[in-house]
């Protein structure tokens, strides 16, 4: 990295990092009551350009490499993670893909827009029958003439309320065809045909919104494929690898903040006639969690680093978001814990964290598959 682009990284992290503790945290509440992100930190986001993160400078992005990118999201999500989430998707998912195999007309059409938060993107593959085994999706696009004719639902899909458009991977060829039938397809919000469901409501996640998205003879033209046709499932793979180190970014990111809940709490909280923080046993429990948080931040850094010199990271981000979501969700009950009592109340951010924190665990591949990915890829080298 040369000196200049090292300078304005450090500029930019230092603006997320004054954004996240002046702006994200003091409406974490009012987030939790309304199920919201308020208009102003819509405006802040796009402000810092976090819509464009990813997305290359000739058209209207940032730019950034993934070890940027990550440095970035280490910082906005020491504030709760939905306030990631509502641009997460469009630098992510529902826009990697548009930058990896996007035809030049595709990326003018959309990228701008996105990059700008104008529009926002969505990533369409989970249904409800085809969760942690993505390849047996069954939504259909048949070929009719110049067109496809998408017919199908996906379940869970971040942002769909919000998205002006869709990543949607369908079915060109049977079922035996396997992953190798499938094809992506860009598709606008307002198609005749396409409907949103109402957002879950679930455990954790705030101002978050994942609906299911209902495709009835959705018509698109066959320029909207992504990539040619038999290839969507491998570019979703590829840009999951990408997502999954952005995720350990969210979980490192929280880490931090979970880390500082129970240091504050230890400090100020006395019993016994001191503050806890002077027991030994609570020591134990900010120590293990430091040891984690440090061992998950390092991981991202080197991994998003590998990523940038174009190494195939696909083991790496299966390691790294297996351990940084992993270790936050040990953190947030350790951190739950030193706050005894006070901790299970909602006057105390560490309770909503606790809940929060349990989704990283579950999307963008569960811990279970993560494993199984981790250890596929160790045979595949060992055996050469
Ligand atoms: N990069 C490039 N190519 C990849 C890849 C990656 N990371 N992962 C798989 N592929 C390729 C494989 O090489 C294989 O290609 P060939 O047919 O040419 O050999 C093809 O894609 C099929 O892969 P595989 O055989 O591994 O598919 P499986 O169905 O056995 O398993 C898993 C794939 C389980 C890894 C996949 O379904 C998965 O990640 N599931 C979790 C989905 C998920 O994270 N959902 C969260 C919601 S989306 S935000």
Redesign the pocket.
Known sequence: MTDDREETLELLVEACRRFAREVLLPAEKTVQETNEIPDHVVRGLRELGLFGMTVPEEYGGLGLSVYEEVRLVFEICYAQPAFRSFFG?TN??GTLGIIHYGTEEQKRKYLPKLASGEMMAS?A??EPDS??????LTTKAVRDGDHYVINGTKR?I?NAIHAGVFTVFARTAPKEA???GISAFLVERNTPGLSVGKPYEKMGFAGSHESDVMFEDVRVPASAMLGPEGTG??????S??H??LHMSGVATGLCQRLLDEGMRYATERKQFGKPIAQFQLIQALLADSQAEAYAARAMVERAARDMDSGK?I?KE?ACCKYFATEAAGRIADRMLQIHGGNGYIKEYPIERLYRDVRLLRI????SQ?LQ??TA?EMLREFEG
């Open positions: 998707t992510g998912v990533f593959l989970t969760g942690s085994d993505a390849a047996s869970f971040t396997g992953s190798g499932f491998k570019n979703a793979m590829k999951l690898d997502a999954r195939k696909t981000a999307y963008e591949g569960t598959i199984l990915i596929r």
